[in-house]
């Protein structure tokens, strides 16, 4: 965890700091060495959040980017479960990174878990994944509304990112910029799982959907265009391709 409670306050770790846990309120002590991001750790073995892992410095520095208030926040849901998102922004969405591999049904119980949910997925975990992205883009994906520009991938199979995360209900952005980001660097936006199994995708700069999220517009967004375009506007594309055969 990257926030612990010291005299009450949320506060990062430093070296040789003791706090309490703000979730199970157990003595945690602050852990900084070279490897990994500073973090707090239980001082007993404990089972806080099932849910969380270790930090990776893409992991932290993207938690980074947004208020501390918003980071590691717990949410519950109406039976009482709880669990620490990395991010919760004040409309209530959780945004998560996911740096490690995600079994699917883990994938599945967080996406019911938060009613409004955004993946972050670490692209640059595995050498061959950004290499079967950029090959989808240039070769096998066609263009197929311009404004969002929104791509159809021709051959989701032959991506492993698509195997894995290609039926998400959840919104999943693909981050390939690792820790070398600049002001260029875009996140790959996969649309929900489509009734038809298609798979599409989209585009949005880094820096903009962060500024986009710490001033509560990603909302807007997913109102205005992302939900319109999953229910409306790709199904009826799909079923205008369909007529037209
Ligand atoms: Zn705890």
Redesign the pocket.
């Known amino acids: 965890m990257k926030f612990a409670l010291v005299n009450e306050k949320k506060t990062a770790a430093t070296k040789g700091a003791r706090g309490v846990?703000q979730?199970?309120e157990?003595a945690?002590s602050a852990f900084c060495g070279e490897v990994y991001a500073a973090h707090w750790k239980?001082d007993k073995k404990?089972k806080?959040d099932p849910w969380r892992d270790n930090e990776t410095e893409w992991h932290r520095a993207w938690k980074n980017k947004f208020p501390t208030a918003w980071q590691e926040v717990e949410h519950r849901d109406k039976s009482g479960e709880k669990h620490i998102a990395d991010v919760k922004t004040d409309t209530d969405w959780a945004i998560e990174f996911q740096h490690s591999y995600l079994k699917p049904e883990e994938r599945r119980s967080r996406n019911v878990f938060y009613k409004k949910l955004v993946w972050v997925v670490d692209g640059t975990r595995r050498k061959t994944d950004s290499k079967q992205f950029a090959k989808i883009i240039k070769e096998d994906s066609i263009k197929v509304i311009d404004s969002p520009p929104t791509i159809k991938v021709l051959f989701p199979e032959e991506c492993r990112l698509f195997n894995e995360w290609g039926n998400s209900e959840a919104l999943v952005l693909f981050d390939f910029s690792g820790n070398n980001e600049n002001n260029n660097s875009l996140l790959w936006f996969l649309y929900p799982q489509m009734q038809s199994g298609n798979v599409y995708l989209s585009y949005i700069n880094k820096s903009g959907f962060v500024e986009l999220s710490n001033n509560d517009g990603f909302e807007k967004l997913a109102q205005d265009v992302i939900t319109p375009m999953h229910k409306e506007i790709l199904p009826m594309y799909e079923a205008n391709i369909k007529h037209r055969r």
């Open positions: 846990c979730f199970c157990s945690v239980h404990c806080c």
